[in-house]
């Protein structure tokens, strides 16, 4: 497992995160309680798991990312069952999973922005020069 996020670096990230949500899936913010399951203030709870993800993977295939997901977050959720069905996500009421490609493309783009070592050793071409 790479570094953990700094305090300085959560807010940056959580931040980027609903910029792009709210440019791209704005409908994500409707409803009374954004901190429901499933609801989008409950992507930061994940948020080293997902940029544990996005620092180590190199292909942009969304499949790769959902399989991680499913693998790394779904399983340790609470709001899976034991026999591995999320409720949520059969009905696309989870945010994360519904959202996975902008969220991972906000955390990529913060990580190049911040210069992020463990991102730029799996994507050296994000170096600045
Ligand atoms: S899809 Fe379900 S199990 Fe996975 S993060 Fe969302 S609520 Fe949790």
């Known amino acids: 497992m790479s570094r953990k996020l700094s305090q300085v670096e959560i807010p940056l990230i959580r931040d980027r995160i609903e910029r792009m949500l709210r440019a791209v899936t704005p409908d994500v913010f409707d409803g009374p309680d954004p ?3 499933g609801g989008v203030k ?6 080293d798991a997902l940029v544990e993800i996005v620092r180590r993977t190199r292909t ?3 499949e ?6 499913l693998e790394d977050i779904c399983s340790k959720c609470p709001f899976q069952l034991p026999s591995e069905h999320c409720p949520l996500r059969n009905i696309h009421k ?3 999973y519904r ?3 902008a ?3 906000a955390i990529a ?3 190049v922005l911040l210069q992020d070592a463990d991102y730029l050793a799996t994507h050296p071409e994000c170096r600045a020069s």
């Open 94 to 96: 989870c945010a994360l």
């Open 109 to 111: 783009d913060e990580l």
């Open 103 to 105: 969220v991972v493309e």
């Open 35 to 37: 901190t429901r399951p």
């Open 42 to 47: 409950r992507i930061a709870d994940h948020l």
């Open 60 to 62: 942009t295939r969304t």
């Open 99 to 101: 959202c996975a490609p």
């Open 64 to 69: 790769s990312f959902l399989y991680q997901i």
